[in-house]
């Protein structure tokens, strides 16, 4: 629960980190930092092989960390840190971001799973609960549209990355694998940022002291302690069970948005993010997948997938 109290902090994290440093090369910058802090600390405590992994598992790991980090997170922070009237609040990028374990039946759907008839009602009670989030009401604009579609891009490209991490072969070790995702992540944000010329007129000079407060509890909060806790557990527990953080979330990150940086609650927020939220625990307490017999390695019976 305190890692999810921790995670639903990060949102309102991002929206001060981004005041003044640029969007990308600072979400590239934290994980950066948080995989070599993880990195030394492996080696201290077990050697300097503690991150010798077949080639082919620290592909899988770059994947799903270009695919968490990189897409899921990447787009997040750019949605956050639009110019006025296109940015989209701390809370709301949350309660869009809750809709991860929707995609992720759809996703098990696809790959031949049979979920139960009310999980499919909370897919579509959940995604009823974004469009009334989004839309414009009683001639009042909703939330920027360009900016939910790339938070709802984010959560599509983190349900396809916590997805294909119990599906393919992974480090054995969840720490080791979680250092191998944040640098294939940072190093794709990086390049994204540099592309986008985030470093044209930047300045060191020019970041905040709230800035740099806020990117080093990303690199704490976020990273080390709640994305590792994250991939710990898609390796050691049913996906269905890991995606109850997002009852708790949206709620932390809505809260403290208002709190502390002045979000507007409206009664539109309140209203579709309870219809998410609702539609997310039909899904998570009538579904139990089952995990998928793991792929042969040469011949040999292999470790379960996603260890």
């Avoid at 006025?84 to 996703?107: D, E, I, K, Q, Y």
């Avoid at 998570?284 to 017999?293: F, G, I, M």
Wanted: glycine share 12%; proline share 7%.
């Amino acid at each position: 629960m305190l890692v999810y109290l921790l995670w639903g902090s990060t949102y309102l994290g991002i929206r001060v980190a981004v005041e003044s440093l640029p969007p990308l090369i600072s979400a590239a910058m934290r994980f950066a930092a948080a995989a070599v802090v993880l990195a030394v600390v492996l080696r201290l405590r077990r050697g300097p092989g503690a991150l010798r992994v077949p080639a082919r598992r620290v592909g899988s790991a770059a994947l799903v960390g270009v695919l968490l980090l990189a897409g899921g997170n990447g787009l997040v922070v750019l949605a956050e840190s639009g110019p006025a009237g296109t940015a989209v609040p701390s809370g709301v990028a949350a309660l869009l971001v809750a809709t991860v374990p929707l995609l992720v039946v759809l996703l098990r759907t696809a790959g031949g799973d049979r979920p139960r008839p009310w999980t499919f009602l909370g897919v579509a009670l959940g995604f009823a609960g974004l469009v009334l989030l989004v839309l414009p009401r009683d001639g009042v604009d909703g939330v920027p549209v360009a900016g939910a579609l790339t938070v709802v891009a984010a959560a599509a490209s983190w349900s396809v990355g916590s997805y294909l991490s119990g599906k393919i072969l992974m480090p054995a070790d969840p720490f080791v694998a979680t250092v191998y995702e944040m640098v294939a992540g940072a190093a794709v944000l990086a390049l994204v940022g540099v592309a986008r010329g985030e470093l044209r007129g930047f300045s060191f000079a020019d970041v905040t002291g709230r800035s740099w407060a806020a990117m080093a509890y990303l690199m704490v909060a976020g990273s080390l302690v709640a994305f590792t806790a994250y991939v710990w557990l898609l390796a050691h527990a049913p996906i269905s069970l890991v995606s109850t953080y997002a009852y708790v979330n949206p709620v932390v990150a809505v809260a403290l948005g208002a709190l502390f940086v002045a979000e507007p609650v409206t009664s539109q927020v309140l209203l579709g993010g309870a219809v998410i939220v609702a539609g997310v625990a039909v899904v998570v307490t009538t579904e139990r997948p089952r995990r998928s017999p793991p792929p042969a390695v040469d011949g040999a019976s292999a470790e379960p997938a996603g260890r």
